[in-house]
């Protein structure tokens, strides 16, 4: 930072307590403790340092998880990442949420169209149980239900062995909070845990 005082030109180290280099809204010393050193998608580069990758503790303590903006895309980003403890209400059949609820914007800033569908990966670094479906959470319209649709291509899908989730979110479209096709995508929601005999359509058993 300069300064002017008399004429002269004086430098000042600004210092920032809590930095977030990427601004995703998650602390860079928070997705520095991640594991595998503060790089929790195993890329060879700080989470802190990456626009599209935020790493952050789960709701309930014990896990981190590590979401990815469209994996393999240059470009999109993602901002407003939180989590927030699930409503007291659970919707009909579900046990548990064990990691909460996940908030995050996808903004493509470009590199998808509007209206397209985007992928967002869920690395858990834990175990957070049995894990069957995927409900997202609108608080005028209460839950709804976001398990794989092969019709439209849109969903949840899980890699049980490797503890990933990924999402496909259509802008504007099923999995779009804001309901418009701009380019931006706003997703709360998170996995649970039913424990009632499902057809497992869209999950790896590994």
């Known amino acids: 930072l300069f300064t002017s ?9 600004a210092r920032f307590e809590n930095p977030d280099y990427d601004a995703d809204g998650v602390d860079n010393s928070i997705e520095d403790a991640a594991p595998n050193g503060g790089d929790g998608n195993h890329d060879g580069i700080p989470d802190s340092m990456q626009a599209h990758v935020t790493s952050l503790p789960v709701e309930g303590g014990g896990m981190y998880a590590t979401l990815v903006a469209a994996p393999g895309v240059p470009g999109p980003v993602l901002v407003d990442v939180g ?3 699930p409503p007291v209400s659970y919707p009909d059949g579900v046990t548990s949420f ?6 995050f914007t996808v903004d493509f800033k470009g590199a998808i169209p509007p209206g ?4 967002v990966e869920i690395l858990l670094h834990g175990d957070p149980g049995t894990l069957d479906t ?5 608080e005028s319209s209460g839950w709804s239900h976001f398990d794989w649709d ?4 849109t969903g949840a899908r899980y890699d049980i062995g490797l503890r990933k989730i990924s999402l496909f979110l259509q802008d504007g ?6 309901g418009s096709a701009n380019g931006i995508v706003e997703d709360p929601g998170g996995p649970a845990i039913s424990g009632q005999p499902r057809r497992m359509e869209g999950f790896i058993i590994w």
Request: net charge positive; proline share 5%.
């Open 150 to 153: 092969a019709g439209s291509g």
């Open 173 to 178: 479209g099923r999995g779009d909070h804001d």
């Open 5 to 13: 005082v008399n004429g002269k030109n004086r430098r000042y180290l």
């Open 116 to 119: 397209d569908i985007v992928e």
């Open 98 to 103: 064990p990691v909460g609820l996940l908030r």
């Open 83 to 85: 989590t927030d403890p």
């Open 134 to 138: 995927y409900w997202k959470w609108n």
